[in-house]
């Protein structure tokens, strides 16, 4: 059964930081890029950052240099860090495989404000 569990979202002060977790099943993540996605409501989700099983990172051009993303591949999860945030960063956020899958968790909502 394909399981992807979001968590570490909350309320942050721009600058601040947050680190988000993804547990993810075993037949989904083992050899697959996974993916951090973002939504803002009435917008359409966005691609944040993805790693390869190889651990090759990509990220958005509005994310480069304040978000980090990695992956262990024995514990089946995959991690945001998110650095020097800043309020257009809120969002729910959500892991899922790149290209995405149509099983999609419940996401961790991040919250940027002072």
């Known amino acids: 059964q394909v399981q992807l569990v979001e968590s570490g979202g909350g309320l942050v002060q721009p600058g601040g930081s947050l680190r988000l977790s993804c547990a993810a099943s075993?037949?989904?993540?083992?050899?697959?890029?996974m993916g951090w996605y973002r939504q803002v409501p009435g917008k359409e989700r966005e691609l944040v950052a993805s790693?390869?099983?190889?651990?090759?990172?990509n990220y958005a051009d509005s994310v480069k240099g304040r978000f980090i993303i990695s992956r262990d591949n024995a514990k089946n999860t995959v991690y945001l860090q998110m650095n020097s945030m800043k309020p257009e960063d809120t969002a729910v956020y959500y892991c899922?495989?790149?290209?995405?899958?149509?099983?999609w968790g419940k996401g961790t909502l991040v919250t940027v404000s002072s």
């Open positions: 899922n495989t790149r290209p995405s899958s149509n099983s």
């Open positions: 075993e037949i989904i993540f083992r050899l697959n890029t």
């Open positions: 790693v390869t099983p190889y651990v090759r990172t």
